[in-house]
């Protein structure tokens, strides 16, 4: 499929997508409060937000990988989001190394309509099973391309290539927080030409994730996330509210900005977040790297008596596509030679 360019952005074939519930989890530890959660499902299930993501940040099954579980566990989940969300798609993330099939399968049965799967653009090929099996479980399977700018746009068809064409959507998603709007054109460019609707999930350490947001759209995405307040990981996400807002001043009023703005004070007042290290996440997005990481950065710059910004980009260098925990104390332990090389040389 080539990509028309000279197509007018029309902003009524668009659609905002609510993950407040899921991304904004990590911004909790993933302990929210059920009864805020119940009201803020069914405040939202009065707007014109039609689809609406909750769960574990990671996914579900999340506590297999050893991370800390939900406090609200899924057949709750189901509970909550069946009878609040009667006007409203509900579904959850999942990634193949924790999320079983027999799962997706139950939470299907339980009502959720669609299901998010992330992987790196190179896992692809070693998942397409896993994918296709998911197309056959649920009717809505979106493909999630986390950490997208880690891989280069024209390796795209290959490693995507083998995708089941059964899948609802493919998902640029900029977890670095890194992209800027040329960037995100491109892939999403790229995108398009595998799958006839394209989402957009923007991160916001360097404040681009509503500009990146309608760079995607503009595009020709079919699909943006928000969150309300913008809550989520580290420094968050594009803010669903100012999304509404912008698509409004651009002739699409159908999004309600007033309620959603509402209900992004809402959030501000209820939630307890986790303070944001505005330095590692300014560094993270310059860089690229991703913010899963930090909390082990900062251990090993106490460790080694180094820097966190020459580790990260030590890290990026030795691993281009996106650093694992060794080159990170790999990079840390370069970092210190270095520099104790270059004092005794003075």
Request: net charge negative; hydrophobic share 40%.
């Amino acid at each position: 499929m080539s990509v028309d360019r000279e197509k007018k952005f029309d902003p009524t074939e668009k659609e905002l997508f609510d993950a407040t519930l899921r991304d904004g989890s990590y911004a909790v530890d993933f302990q929210f409060e059920e009864k805020f959660v119940v009201e803020l499902l069914g405040r939202l299930n009065e707007t014109p937000v039609r689809r609406v993501e909750i769960g574990h940040g990671l996914g579900f099954d999340a506590e297999r990988s050893g991370i800390r579980a939900c406090n609200i566990d899924l057949r709750r989940w189901c509970e909550i989001a069946g009878a609040e969300l009667t006007d409203s798609e509900w579904g959850m993330f999942a990634q193949p190394g924790f999320s079983r099939l027999t799962t997706l399968e139950e939470l299907c049965d339980r009502g959720m309509s669609f299901v998010r799967v992330g992987m790196e653009a190179e896992r692809v090929p070693e998942n397409l099973d896993y994918i296709e099996r998911a197309t056959e479980i649920c009717g809505q399977v979106y493909l999630n391309v986390m950490k997208s700018s880690a891989t280069p746009a024209e390796e795209w068809p290959e490693l995507l290539g083998g995708v089941t064409p059964a899948i609802a959507g493919l998902y640029v998603v900029d977890s670095y927080g890194s992209m800027l709007p040329d960037d995100v054109r491109r892939y999403v460019a790229v995108a398009r030409d595998l799958s006839p609707v394209v989402g957009f999930h923007g991160h916001d350490n360097l404040g681009m994730a509503n500009a990146n947001s309608v760079a995607a759209l503009d595009a020709g995405a079919a699909i943006v996330d928000g969150t309300l307040n913008g809550v989520g990981r580290g420094a968050g996400n594009a803010e669903l509210e100012s999304l509404a807002g912008i698509l409004s001043i651009l002739g699409d009023d159908r999004h309600d900005y007033e309620e959603l703005a509402r209900l992004a004070e809402f959030c501000r007042v209820a939630l307890d977040t986790i303070p944001e290290d505005r330095n590692m996440q300014l560094l993270g997005g310059v860089i690229g790297v991703h913010s899963g990481f930090f909390p082990l950065i900062e251990e090993v710059c106490a460790e080694f008596g180094v820097d966190a910004a020459p580790v990260m980009r030590t890290a990026v260098d030795l691993a281009p596509r996106g650093p694992r925990k060794t080159d990170i104390r790999a990079a840390a332990r370069r970092v210190a030679e270095h520099r104790h090389a270059v004092g005794v040389a003075v």
